[in-house]
Structures are given as structure tokens and as C-alpha cells.
């Protein structure tokens, strides 16, 4: 593939808003995991809140795309000069050249469940207010991004589990590579809820403490929510010596089982394969690697074994799920954005609150950060039903 550049990125999840304050959590090894506070919600286990989304106020005129995702998809995209970056790039190529590819697993479902606590006790209906379109539904995400932004693009949400804000990065590239858009915001967006609370934890997938990606003794993942973004586009003359790349996609589907990775990691494994030959490099080319490191044995072993048979056991990685907390569809995007920080930074973050590393799994996991001018990061992440995607980025100079 072409490379593409990200002319501009944020991120917000649980620990910081914007990329200062995102780098600064990861220099200093903080997890934003805490208690579980969220709602009525009364598991023994920690999540990644974000504070303050109830406060922040939706632009006039969009008042029905009301709901937490919105609101937090708000917050984010108002950082960095995000917006204002979109902005410019929609006047000089026209907002009917932008195009916007979102991910998220859940939306704004959250809104369904506190309407369903106020049905009418005879009929059953839904109070009045409830937007479905806005809310609950999963292109709500996109509509609003597009609809805050006055473009007229194309506008996509992908919606496949983990891996879904990290697909739509390879969906963009495919659309400005056929000539149908010149840049698009990608990213992702996802919220705590009831649904997925009690959902993973009825699967027996949720730790009681804080997550332990690759530890001897992890037991489950950590919830938690965030919201990414990037811009992405051709790059125009003299690239800058930081600028940071996307050079290589891959995707696979291994459909093993509804909520386990293959133990061979064989999915896993063919989408970094893919990543690499799309971005022309070899194995050892790639400085760092972000695990999707959920945190399950099954997962992580998984993972081990496919990074180990693609990229060798030396490779440094790390998973920053124990830093943000699962952040189920907006996972890909904010990893990428991490990704693109540890390049400009020089930077490999260590994965906070794993204490021992699994003997067991073949890999080079950091527990302390390190200081490296690094080139070229792989990004993996892996959705139920076997949807994954590996993601290649680089830095120019």
C-alpha cells in the first residue's frame, strides 16, 4: 500500500485528555484503573472511567445525538487541535473529499438502558425522548462526526469487536487509495455501559484487580473507555523528519470461536504477515510492537505464540490495557495513537501492573519504560469471532 500520513491525532480515555497528557500517564507508569463506580453497576472489579464526560456539552443544533459516547467522542475531538485540523483539511479539499471511519462495539447503548428504566408500566413503550438514531444506533458515532464537521463524504462505522477501530484504518486507506475521498478521520469511540459489564463478566472474562497483561498470574480483562482520532491523508511535499506514517494494514478472520483466540494464534499471526508485506518491510524492522494483551491466559498465550512465530521473541512490547483498560471498539485507534507517540517521543512505554511475565509465553515484555529512537511499530488488535488487525507505523526521520 502508499503510505498515508496522520497530519494530526488526539486521544482521551482514563488516563488524560489529549496526547501531553497521555504521554505524561505512560512516562510516569500511571493506570487509570480504579473501583468500579460506574452507575449502578455493582461488580468487584476496576474500569477505566473517564472523568468529567457528563459535564461536556454536545455543539447547538446536534442535541439529538445526546448520549455518553457522543459526549465523549466531543471531548476528544476539541483536543489537540483536532478540530480545527479537520476543519482546514475539509476547505482545502472540500468536505465532499472527507471521509469519516469510526469504530466502536457498543455506541450509545447505554441510553437504551436507562430508557428501559423508565418504560411506561402499562404499555411498556420507551419514554418520548429516547433517540434510537442518535444514540443507540451504531452509526450514531459517524453521523455526528460528520454532521459536527459539515462533511460530505463517504461515512462508515465498523463494528467487529475489538478490532474495529483499528480496521478502519485499513477501510480509509483502501478509499483514498481507489481515489474516492483525499483524507479521512479515523478513529474510535467507546463508553462504559451496563451491556458490556455485566456481559464480560458473565463470560468470566472481567479481573477483580486491575488487568496483568502477560503476567503468571492474570485473570481477566479491566473495562475500560476512551475515544481516538487521527487524520488521515496523502502526504503533500517535503514529509517532516517526525512525521509519523501508516505504512502497512493487515486483516484476517479466523472465526475459531465466538470468544477465544485459536491457541496457534494462526489469525493473529496472518494479520501481521499481511501488515508487514503490505508495508514492504521485514520482521526485524519493527522496533516495538502493542500487544492487544487483554489480560486472558487464552489471549495473551495466543498473542505470544503469533508475535513469536511472525516477529521472533526479542522484539519489546508491551500492552497498555493495564495504563487505559480494555477499551473494546476504541482500542485500535488509541493504540495507535500511542504507537504514534512512542515514535515521535522516542519512547516504548512499559506495561503497568504486570509484575512477573508468564515463563510460558515467547516474548520480550517491558516492565520498565525505555528510552529508543525507534522507526517502525506494529499495532495488533484482535476482536471476538477472530476479527483481527495488525496495523504498521512509522516515522519518517
Known sequence: MSPLALTSFTATSAIGRGLDATLASLRAQRSGLAPCRFET????????????????????????????????????????????????RAAHYGSHRMGVFLGTSTSGILETE???????????????????????????????????????????????????????????????????????????????????????????????????????????????????????????GPLDSDEVLLLGTGESSDAYHMSAPPPDGRGARAAMLQALEAARLEPRDIGYINFHGTGTPSNDAAEGVAVASVLGKDVPGSSTKGATGHTLGAAGALEAVICALALKAGFLPAGVNTTQVDPELPVNYLRENRSAPVTHVMSNSFGFGGSNCSLILARVG
Open 41 to 88: 453497576v455493582s461488580l468487584d472489579t476496576c474500569v477505566g472511567e473517564v472523568a468529567g464526560i457528563d459535564e461536556v456539552r454536545l455543539p447547538d443544533g446536534l442535541s439529538g445525538f445526546e448520549c455518553r459516547n457522543n459526549r465523549l467522542a466531543w471531548l476528544a475531538l476539541t483536543q489537540d487541535g483536532f478540530a480545527d485540523a479537520v476543519a482546514q
Open 114 to 236: 436507562l430508557a428501559y428504566r423508565q418504560r411506561d408500566a402499562q404499555s411498556g413503550a420507551l419514554p418520548r425522548g429516547f433517540r434510537y438514531r442518535g444514540a443507540h444506533n451504531t452509526f450514531s458515532l459517524a453521523a455526528f462526526t460528520q454532521r459536527a464537521f459539515e462533511l460530505a463524504g463517504p461515512a462508515v462505522v465498523i463494528s467487529c469487536a475489538c478490532s474495529s477501530s483499528a480496521k478502519v484504518f485499513a477501510s480509509a486507506s483502501r478509499a483514498i487509495e481507489a481515489g474516492l475521498i483525499d483524507a479521512a478521520v479515523v478513529g474510535g469511540v467507546d463508553t462504559l455501559c451496563l451491556t458490556t459489564l455485566y456481559g464480560f463478566h458473565s463470560l468470566q472474562l472481567v479481573a477483580r484487580t486491575p488487568c496483568r497483561p502477560f503476567d503468571a498470574a492474570r485473570d481477566g480483562i479491566s473495562i475500560g473507555e476512551a475515544a481516538a482520532f487521527a487524520l488521515l491523508e496523502r502526504p503533500e
